[in-house]
């Protein structure tokens, strides 16, 4: 059974999560006829235009990076109110749920699944991209065990919408390094902070810090000691607990500075536990390669002088943390922070009064009307600097822009847009009854022309000045400027056109038949006779129908006009000396 279509291209087939800012589902690509997911935006997310324009400069960054560790993000898409992501099909796990069901695991597969984020985060930190919002809610386990990390890059755009910030503050303050909550910005060291946080997560089933709140969460991590994994399972070896503690350091100078560096370290911790190796702390490559039995003490064997280096440091590290902070130090951070401010201010004086840049949004396919209200919160202008004939695109709409869709452009510049002008081809509209300046305007207005050679024939039916011929037809398809050629009526000759006698009462009749109708319309009959005009009849008929009416009129002719839906037909011309069926 198919499901809702968006962009005439993606089948929406299920529901997979539903989060603060994305609703995410499966769907088929019926172009490209392959599974993806489509991460669409929920209210009111949806209509924020700023917010879509970061989102896609987002994933612009990161377009160009292939790993297997990394899910690809490949456009960014609206459709009827609906904005989305388009992905990769990724069918798994959430590691989330993950460790909520199994946890804790193994040293082998906790160390195997960091390994995997490592190479993922290194991949992004070589093309200088940070991920931002490393945790267990972005990362999908396979079903064969491979992790993969997911909306690289994505954090950059909430800072564009009004809500989205605090909307995923609660699922990203558990893995939020020290210095991003004192108002520092995500880095590679930040990513490195998560994975050791993700890592203690695996080998204990439980935050290494947790309060109820977000905001105090992230206080811990500025605050609180980072713990010990072997606090909650002594198995798990002395290397691997410090591997954490430092992935997890306060500082960033203690921790690793990147995501290779930590890889590093995990591999050796791997290949140990795979060959049955000893490890002491700091790690070093083996000198040693004769195996020996996992479970000898390979893991908590270190020197005596590393051992007491590493508790000597922790010491004065504690001390440090927990007692008063020296004056100089208090004096070189206020100096510090005047130097900022004033660093700060002089930014804001310089470019508090210049229009930002702004991405241009994709206006193909809009309606003029449509791409205006698109691109009003952007403070852009539109301008149509050309209009091209199309047999399949209606009028109005746009098909070509610059700059493109993704382009930069200063608040206050101009998108220059070519416009459909619509088919080439155009239905010749029925002219009789019309004068010529009624015929001129609405020729006009759908690009025809009214020849100006305009013939007249007399008539005792049609009005003096009326159209009564067209050629070519009505309801013929022609090209644009065609010239339609028309004859009017010049009325009655001779004395065969009488005023008539205003004081003489006479009876008219007249018969019509409604057979160029396929539809009921609203038909009106107006009478002009020699004291003026008046409405003789108004009601709805039917294709096929015969009417005859009878009215009393002054002067020997009377001359009755018929409208269909307000819109004029024809009229017939009557006299009163013509002889007259008896009326009943």
Same mark, same amino acid.
């Given at each position: 059974?198919?499901?809702?279509?968006?962009?005439?291209?993606?089948?929406?087939?299920?529901?997979?999560?539903?989060?603060?800012?994305?609703?995410?589902?499966?769907?088929?690509?019926?172009?490209?006829? !392959?599974?993806?997911?489509?991460?669409?935006?929920?209210?009111?997310? $949806?209509?924020?235009?700023?917010?879509?324009?970061?989102?896609?400069?987002?994933?612009?960054?990161?377009?160009?990076?292939?790993?297997?560790?990394?899910?690809?993000?490949?456009?960014?898409?609206?459709?009827?109110?609906?904005?989305?992501?388009?992905?990769?099909?990724?069918?798994?796990?959430?590691?989330?749920?993950?460790?909520?069901?199994?946890?804790?695991?193994?040293?082998?597969?906790?160390?195997?699944?960091?390994?995997?984020?490592?190479?993922?985060?290194?991949?992004?930190?070589?093309?200088?991209?940070?991920?931002?919002?490393?945790?267990?809610?972005?990362?999908?386990?396979?079903?064969?065990?491979?992790?993969?990390?997911?909306?690289?890059?994505?954090?950059? #755009?909430? +800072?564009?919408?009004?809500?989205?910030?605090?909307?995923?503050?609660?699922?990203?303050?558990?893995?939020?390094?020290?210095?991003?909550?004192?108002?520092?910005?995500?880095?590679?060291?930040?990513?490195?902070?998560?994975?050791?946080?993700?890592?203690?997560? /695996?080998?204990?089933?439980?935050?290494?810090?947790?309060?109820?709140?977000?905001?105090?969460? #992230?206080?811990?991590?500025?605050?609180?000691? *980072?713990?010990?994994?072997?606090?909650?399972?002594?198995?798990?070896?002395?290397?691997?607990?410090?591997?954490?503690?430092?992935?997890?350091?306060?500082?960033?100078?203690?921790?690793?500075?990147?995501?290779?560096?930590?890889? +590093?370290?995990?591999?050796?911790?791997?290949?140990?536990?795979?060959?049955?190796?000893?490890?002491?702390?700091?790690?070093?490559?083996?000198?040693?390669?004769?195996?020996?039995?996992?479970?000898?003490?390979?893991?908590?064997?270190?020197?005596?002088?590393?051992?007491?280096?590493?508790?000597?440091?922790?010491? !004065?590290?504690?001390?440090?943390?927990?007692?008063?902070?020296?004056?100089?130090?208090?004096? *070189?951070?206020?100096?510090?922070?005047?130097?900022?401010?004033?660093?700060?201010?002089?930014?804001?004086?310089? $470019? /508090?009064?210049?229009?930002?840049? *702004?991405?241009?949004?994709?206006? $193909?396919?809009?309606?003029?009307? $449509? #791409?205006?209200?698109?691109?009003?919160?952007?403070?852009?202008?539109?301008?149509?600097?050309?209009?091209?004939?199309?047999?399949?695109?209606?009028?109005?709409?746009?098909?070509?822009?610059?700059?493109?869709?993704?382009?930069?452009?200063?608040?206050?510049?101009?998108?220059?847009?070519?416009?459909?002008?619509?088919?080439?081809?155009?239905?010749?509209?029925?002219?009789?009854?019309?004068?010529?300046?009624? #015929?001129?305007?609405?020729?006009?207005?759908?690009?025809?022309?009214?020849?100006?050679?305009?013939?007249?024939?007399?008539?005792?039916?049609?009005?003096?000045?009326?159209?009564?011929?067209?050629?070519?037809?009505?309801?013929?398809?022609?090209?644009?400027?065609?010239?339609?050629?028309?004859?009017?009526?010049?009325?009655?000759?001779?004395?065969?056109?009488?005023?008539?006698?205003? +004081?003489?009462?006479?009876?008219?009749?007249?018969?019509?038949?409604?057979?160029?109708?396929?539809?009921?319309?609203?038909?009106?009959?107006?009478?002009?006779?020699?004291?003026?005009?008046?409405?003789?009849?108004?009601?709805?008929?039917?294709?096929?129908?015969?009417?005859?009416?009878?009215?009393?009129?002054?002067?020997?002719?009377?001359?009755?006009?018929?409208?269909?839906?307000?819109?004029?037909?024809?009229?017939?011309?009557?006299?009163?000396?013509?002889?007259?069926?008896?009326?009943?």
């Amino acid at each position: 059974m198919s499901g809702p279509l968006l962009a005439d291209r993606y089948e929406v087939l299920q529901k997979l999560i539903e989060g603060p800012i994305f609703t995410i589902w499966s769907a088929r690509d019926r172009i490209t006829v !392959k599974d993806v997911s489509l991460r669409i935006l929920n209210p009111p997310y $949806n209509l924020e235009v700023p917010f879509h324009n970061a989102l896609q400069a987002a994933i612009g960054d990161v377009q160009t990076i292939k790993h297997p560790a990394i899910e690809r993000i490949t456009s960014f898409e609206t459709d009827d109110g609906k904005a989305f992501l388009v992905g990769e099909a990724v069918r798994g796990m959430s590691l989330t749920e993950r460790i909520r069901k199994l946890a804790p695991f193994s040293v082998p597969v906790a160390v195997g699944t960091a390994i995997t984020l490592c190479e993922a985060l290194a991949s992004l930190h070589r093309a200088g991209v940070v991920h931002g919002d490393v945790g267990t809610h972005n990362v999908t386990v396979l079903p064969e065990g491979t992790a993969i990390l997911q909306q690289s890059s994505v954090w950059t #755009a909430y +800072s564009s919408s009004k809500s989205a910030g605090p909307a995923v503050l609660p699922f990203m303050a558990p893995y939020l390094a020290p210095e991003i909550s004192t108002g520092q910005l995500p880095s590679a060291s930040s990513d490195v902070y998560a994975v050791g946080v993700i890592l203690f997560q /695996l080998l204990t089933g439980q935050y290494p810090f947790f309060a109820e709140q977000p905001v105090a969460m #992230a206080l811990k991590h500025v605050n609180d000691r *980072v713990p010990s994994v072997r606090a909650a399972n002594q198995a798990i070896p002395v290397a691997l607990d410090e591997v954490i503690r430092k992935a997890m350091a306060k500082s960033r100078e203690d921790r690793y500075e990147s995501a290779v560096e930590l890889l +590093s370290d995990l591999r050796m911790i791997q290949d140990a536990i795979r060959f049955g190796r000893s490890l002491a702390w700091p790690l070093s490559a083996p000198l040693n390669t004769e195996p020996s039995s996992i479970d000898e003490s390979m893991f908590e064997q270190e020197s005596v002088m590393a051992t007491e280096k590493k508790a000597a440091k922790r010491d !004065k590290r504690d001390d440090y943390l927990e007692g008063e902070v020296p004056g100089w130090v208090k004096g *070189v951070f206020v100096f510090l922070l005047a130097i900022v401010v004033m660093m700060v201010g002089t930014w804001i004086v310089q $470019n /508090l009064g210049k229009p930002k840049d *702004v991405l241009v949004p994709d206006l $193909n396919r809009l309606t003029i009307s $449509n #791409a205006e209200q698109a691109i009003k919160a952007l403070k852009l202008k539109l301008k149509v600097k050309a209009q091209e004939l199309n047999e399949t695109v209606p009028a109005d709409v746009i098909l070509d822009m610059d700059p493109t869709p993704g382009e930069k452009l200063r608040e206050g510049g101009t998108i220059y847009v070519t416009v459909s002008a619509g088919s080439k081809f155009v239905e010749v509209p029925d002219l009789r009854g019309m004068n010529g300046d009624e #015929a001129k305007i609405l020729l006009e207005s759908l690009g025809l022309k009214l020849d100006d050679r305009i013939a007249q024939q007399p008539s005792r039916d049609v009005e003096e000045g009326m159209i009564m011929k067209q050629v070519p037809e009505p309801r013929t398809r022609v090209e644009r400027r065609t010239s339609i050629r028309a004859t009017t009526s010049s009325g009655r000759r001779g004395p065969d056109k009488p005023v008539g006698d205003s +004081s003489q009462k006479y009876l008219y009749t007249i018969r019509i038949e409604l057979s160029d109708i396929t539809e009921e319309v609203l038909m009106r009959v107006d009478m002009t006779d020699s004291r003026g005009t008046k409405s003789i009849s108004e009601e709805l008929r039917q294709p096929g129908d015969i009417v005859e009416l009878t009215a009393e009129g002054y002067g020997d002719q009377a001359i009755f006009k018929i409208y269909y839906d307000g819109e004029p037909i024809t009229q017939i011309v009557k006299s009163a000396k013509e002889p007259e069926e008896e009326q009943p």
